[in-house]
């Protein structure tokens, strides 16, 4: 008699313990404003926000092909982080996404589900504005930009050295030149016709 008493309470308590499981489980708000952003042909990120105060240690995502029953399920606990990354997607393909957050307790009901379709590479490409830069032609620019200051500041320190070879090579000609007229006068009046003692000029005898 004692042990199916003991029996029946135990069985109460466990149930006691689901119940309050399980409405522990359902007041905790499924996630809000799923969100789809970075859209990509073969990858994505979804974004969500979550009810002040909930007790969320966690997420977890479920992401589903249109039409197709096989399912993806993704979940990451002591974490407060609000977004996630959808990878080996299919270009031009339609997918369906769900967000729950995780507590102690348990998971909360399923967020509303999120439909997109990821672009096809060609399609992006088209439709890229000519004014839009992304970061990686930022950093191409930048580099770019770099290599020709390099050269710029190359060529400068080049010129400014011949300009002082040749202000250097002007100022030994200059300091020379006085000296070359010297010997100039001095070869000129060597090579100049001497003068008669008598002064008269010589006749020839007939």
């Not at 689901?18 to 996630?31: C, K, M, Q, W």
């Not at 404003?33 to 926000?49: F, M, Q, Y």
């Not at 050295?161 to 000609?173: E, K, M, S, W």
Request: proline fraction near 4%; glycine fraction near 4%; charged fraction near 20%.
């Amino acid at each position: 008699m004692w042990r199916i008493k003991g029996s029946c309470a135990a069985l109460l308590l466990f149930l006691a313990y689901i119940s309050v499981s399980s409405v522990n489980a359902d007041s905790l708000s499924a996630p809000l404003n799923v969100t789809i952003k970075a859209l990509e042909g073969n990858s994505a990120i979804v974004t969500w926000d979550i009810l002040e105060g909930d007790p969320v240690i966690g997420f977890a995502i479920t992401q589903q092909k249109k039409d197709v029953r096989m399912l993806r399920f993704i979940q990451e606990v002591n974490t407060t982080t609000r977004s996630c990354a959808l990878w080996d997607l299919e270009e031009d393909t339609e997918y369906i996404v769900h967000v729950q957050s995780i507590s102690m307790s348990g998971t909360s009901p399923l967020s509303e589900p999120v439909l997109f379709r990821t672009p096809k590479e060609s399609e992006k490409l088209a439709s890229k504005s000519p004014d839009e830069v992304t970061m990686e032609e930022v950093g191409q620019a930048a580099q770019l930009r770099a290599g020709e200051l390099i050269i710029i500041v190359v060529v400068l320190v080049m010129w400014a050295g011949v300009i002082a070879l040749f202000c250097r090579q002007y100022d030994i000609i200059k300091d020379n030149e006085p000296n070359n007229n010297k010997d100039k006068a001095k070869n000129s009046s060597e090579c100049s016709t001497p003068e008669h003692p008598t002064g008269g000029l010589l006749r020839s005898k007939v």
